[in-house]
């Protein structure tokens, strides 16, 4: 069944509101689909902020959602407003980014991130990076995983090129044509395979690595 989406959103709206109405806070789109770079079989990752969340509100949440068209691509994120103004600043910095509001604003999370928070999310992004392909090449030998820890590295990149310009630059594809020397090759394999593309566990464990280790090694702080 090919996904009408916009109508799909709007329905999806509409079934949140009438279950949860003034308590929402902001309901947006994340991931591939708010960057209008998803595939026909990409997640579609609705954000739903409300007033608070009990366990209650998740069994209303997934009663609202069950009957949805496609129901197996919806994933995301549910969150209450005071729990996510308390969240890690560094997380808050992609969060806001990340994320495209259809109903409300994520505005009041303007002030919870600052420069130092997003230097700080590229650096805990690369140290997981350099550990997560030095152990998927010694233990795991996973290209899923490989490729896996690629997307991760498209975030992180963003977060760099924000921390060197001051401009953030959603879609991967854009960036990729900001970008040079390992950067850009970082993001060409994630472009890569997005397409399709399966990885190289050799090469392209060889240029994450080499990547990530070079810019630890060079600190976050030089941004």
């Known amino acids: 069944m090919k996904l009408d989406e916009k109508a799909w959103i709007a329905q999806f709206c509409q079934a949140v509101k ?3 109405g003034g308590r929402i806070v902001c309901i947006g789109l994340q991931g591939s689909r708010g960057r209008g770079e998803e595939r026909e079989d990409s997640d579609i990752d609705m ?19 069950a009957n949805l068209p496609c129901r197996e691509l919806l994933c995301g994120f549910v969150s209450g407003k005071e729990e ?3 969240w890690e600043p560094g997380d808050l910095f992609q969060f806001y980014h990340d994320t495209a509001p259809v109903v409300g ?3 009041f999370l303007r002030g919870t991130f600052a420069r130092e928070d997003a230097s700080r999310a590229v650096h805990t992004g690369l140290c997981n990076l350099y550990h997560g392909c030095v152990h998927n090449y010694l233990h795991e030998r996973d290209e899923a995983l490989l490729a896996a820890l690629y997307k991760s590295a498209a975030f992180t990149l963003q977060a760099i090129y924000w921390l ?20 850009r090759s970082v993001l060409e394999r994630v472009l890569a395979f997005r397409a399709g593309e ?7 464990s060889a240029l994450l690595l080499q990547w990530a280790g070079a810019t630890l090694r060079e600190g976050v702080k030089q941004y």
């Open 18 to 20: 009438d279950e949860f």
């Open 47 to 65: 954000v739903v902020v409300l007033d608070r969340v009990e366990l209650e509100d998740l069994d209303r949440y997934r009663r609202v959602v």
């Open 84 to 86: 996510l103004l308390a």
């Open 105 to 107: 604003d994520l505005e």
């Open 164 to 183: 060197k310009t001051g401009v953030y630059v959603k879609k991967h594809r854009e960036l990729w044509l900001e970008l040079t020397g390992e950067e």
């Open 198 to 204: 399966g990885p190289d566990l050799e090469k392209d």
